[in-house]
């Protein structure tokens, strides 16, 4: 069984930073992929941003050159840098991740990004 803890969040103008993180917890991890993906209101939920366990990073079209994800390996954490927030990038942010094979979710850490 895995854990994740988000922190960070919040409500933030367009153009302002926020900074997301997460912690995933349980006896013998295995993490291949950790991610974020969001859900904005009347959209599906979509991919953000998720990273391999070697380093290899992937971006939603929609934040490509505005986010940056990063991870511990060691401490099985990912964190997510977003800057240049727009009104769009509104929504429910889970972190994310692959062990052994299961897919985890964390329950979700709001974004709110004014005009």
């Known amino acids: 069984q895995v854990q994740l803890e988000e922190s960070g969040g919040g409500l933030a103008q367009a153009g302002g930073s926020l900074r997301l993180s997460c912690a995933a917890s349980?006896?013998?991890?295995?993490?291949?992929?950790m991610g974020w993906y969001r859900q904005s209101p009347g959209k599906q939920r979509e991919l953000v941003a998720r990273i391999s366990s070697v380093g290899n990073a992937n971006y939603g079209d929609s934040v490509k050159g505005r986010f940056t994800v990063s991870r511990d390996k060691a401490k099985n954490t990912i964190d997510l840098q977003m800057t240049n927030l727009n009104p769009e990038d509104t929504g429910v942010y889970y972190c994310t991740v692959i062990n052994e094979g299961s897919h985890y979710w964390g329950q979700g850490t709001q974004v709110t990004v004014s005009s």
């Open positions: 349980g006896s013998g991890l295995s993490i291949t992929y």
